[in-house]
């Protein structure tokens, strides 16, 4: 287990996904919403930053250990996919998102 998802020391913001600061504000308020991949970012960061701990997510997100280290992977895997291609500011993590249509 990650010592930064153990840390008891809370901050007031941290480093979201994207570059921005996120604050407790910027965080789903319960497990009742459909888990994009920005809002699953903005999770693992907050828990990697000290916002929210390992307990805390998993308590209000409804989550086991198991999705949470899911998400974690999840998000690590876009992140290497953008690095090698050079497209890190093209994360489909955050930000807006355009509208895709699917060609049938």
């Known amino acids: 287990m990650s010592e930064e998802r153990l840390n008891p ?28 991949r ?16 390992l307990h805390e997510a998993l308590r209000r997100y409804s989550l086991s250990l198991e999705e949470f280290i899911e998400w974690e992977r999840e998000v690590g895997r876009e992140v290497a996919q953008r690095r090698r291609t050079g497209r890190m500011g093209a994360l489909s993590l955050v930000g807006n998102r355009k509208s895709r249509r699917r060609s049938h």
Do not use: F, N, T, Y
């Open 38 to 53: 920005r809002r699953k970012a903005r999770v693992v960061a907050a828990v990697r930053g000290g916002l929210l701990s």
């Open 9 to 36: 020391v809370r901050v007031a913001s941290v480093l979201g996904p994207g570059g921005e600061a996120i604050g407790p504000d910027d965080l789903p308020e319960h497990a009742d919403i459909r888990w994009v």
